[in-house]
């Protein structure tokens, strides 16, 4: 018996380093692709065009900057995951690394020109990478869902389980062939032989004990393992590893980062929000006076959130409401495009987020930064932590305009999610981190999901968002 485990283990083991081989291969096929096309323009045309005199190593750096900002941004945005994304959503995520790159390496060359470089050679490049971008995403899924079948996948749950209408939900069936969908107590009564021949393995809502367990048995038979962590669990991933007593420990701390990344942060901050202050405010006269003239009530909505610790502020957004919206003083959530309240003025400038601008003044004042939870208001926070009272850990950092929960959420999260997600955040601060989140914060721009509303006509305390045990909660039982 241990034999034929030990034979599935290295199988698996094998089958997953050629799986891996291979993706990486067409990956680099992608790279190569989009990277031929940006060096045939630049050797082409753009490498006579500059101040400088044109040198074989001078293209060669050029060329291997592109590759890298390429790749940087394709990381940003998950254009890669061939296996987890739609056709679709691989090409958007594809069409967003090529236009970040090409900006950037157009407005180098741009700097190195001695005036403004031709657009139509780059607007051909552009097509070019993105009809074989296009290519690319389409032929390359088909090869991998013919060359792969979808891994065989047991659901393990302790309360509920919804695990696996989420992956019909996210398109994800065809990744996932969901073999066996069982309790906790029923996979340890089977001494876990039921586990025995799948290839993935979701634990949902399972306790922590039962879990190690189960981690146990599917790192041991090579058994991927997918784990919907608990706040407990998000704590732990910031934890520091430190040697004590000649054993092995793990710091775990309330956000403190080091000052010189405090330091960094807070100077991007002030330039950052400065320079987009300045190259925005024709943009932001155009809002307000857009606001004023709708009909004639303030162009600012001012209102009482929370930042780091707890402190109130008063945050700023252009008004996108009517200004009886809250009049009864009742706390209502966004119900979205629906919602009756926001004026024709609102709704364009809530599309195109540029109702959020005026926060930058509060980015310059110190009261927010550009990355990092997003600010509730006190009497919300409040409602939330009655069901939840761990949400208040999201105040260990200071407020931002986009952050963890943003980038990988949705406005209608529910509160146990936005936390999950935010403490991911807090537990690993970096520079880095809030460039990737920055940068990720375009891709949202352009997407619905992150500001679906809530049901029409609710208020906070009978919002599903305000419920612990929202609808993903409850189908994966956590």
């Given amino acids: 018996m241990r034999t034929s485990q030990n034979k599935n283990t290295a199988g698996r083991a ?26 045939y323009s630049w050797i082409l045309y753009y490498s006579h065009r500059l101040i ?9 750096g050029i060329i291997i900057l592109f590759i ?59 097509a ?15 090869w991998y ?33 969901v073999r066996v969908v069982c309790t906790i107590g029923e996979c340890q009564d089977g001494d876990m032989t039921m586990l025995h021949e799948m290839e993935a393995v979701f634990l949902c809502g399972v306790r922590s004990h039962e879990r190690n367990q189960i981690l146990k048995y599917c790192v041991t038979n090579g058994i991927c393992a997918y784990v919907i962590p608990r706040i407990g669990d998000v704590i732990m991933s910031g934890g520091k590893q430190m040697h004590l007593f000649h054993l092995p420990l ?8 080091p000052p010189e990344f405090l330091f960094v942060k807070r100077l991007f901050d002030i330039v950052a929000s400065a320079t987009v202050i300045l190259l925005t405010s024709p943009l932001m006269l155009v809002c307000a006076i857009a606001v004023k003239v709708q009909d004639g009530g303030p162009v600012f909505y001012r209102q009482c959130r929370l930042t780091k610790d707890g402190r109130e502020f008063t945050i700023l957004k252009f008004r996108s409401m009517r200004i009886d919206a809250e009049t ?67 105040l260990q950092a200071k407020a931002g305009l986009t952050g963890y929960a943003q980038v990988y959420g949705k406005y209608n999260s529910g509160p146990y999610d936005k936390l999950q997600m935010d403490l991911m955040y807090i537990a690993n601060p970096s520079i880095i981190e809030d460039l990737k989140i920055i940068f990720a914060t375009i891709k949202i721009l352009f997407s619905k999901d992150s500001t679906e509303g809530v049901m029409k006509g609710c208020t906070i305390a009978k919002s599903k968002v305000y419920r612990k045990t929202t609808e993903k909660r409850e189908l994966i039982g956590s």
């Fill in 250 to 257: 793990l710091r775990v701390e309330r956000y403190n980062p």
């Fill in 52 to 60: 400088l005199s044109p040198s074989l190593l001078r293209s060669i």
């Fill in 145 to 177: 869902f013919s060359r792969f079948l979808g891994q065989r996948t047991a659901i393990v749950y302790d309360e509920r389980c919804g695990i696996e209408k989420l992956l019909n939900q996210y398109g994800l069936s065809k990744r996932f062939d």
């Fill in 328 to 394: 009864d003083g009742v706390a209502r959530l966004s119900t979205g495009e629906d919602d009756e309240r926001i004026t024709t003025v609102g709704r364009c400038i809530r599309a195109s987020r540029l109702d959020e601008l005026p926060q930058l003044f509060n980015i310059l004042e110190g009261s927010m930064s550009v990355v990092g939870p997003r600010p509730e208001r006190p009497e919300i926070a409040k409602q939330y932590e009655r069901e939840l009272p761990e949400f208040k850990l999201r």
């Fill in 128 to 142: 070019v990478q993105l009809l074989l971008s296009l290519l690319w995403c389409r032929y390359t899924h088909m």
């Fill in 68 to 126: 890298l900002l390429y790749y940087s941004f394709c990381r940003v945005y998950d254009a890669f995951l061939i296996s987890f994304k739609r056709i679709s959503e691989l090409f958007f995520s594809q069409l967003l690394g090529i236009l970040m790159a090409d900006t950037f390496m157009f407005f180098t060359l741009w700097l190195m020109s001695d005036g403004f470089p031709n657009l139509l050679p780059a607007l051909l490049t552009l």
């Fill in 14 to 39: 094998a089958n997953g380093l050629n799986h891996e081989v291979e993706l990486r291969l067409t990956k680099l096929l992608n790279i190569f692709l989009v990277a031929f096309c940006f060096s």
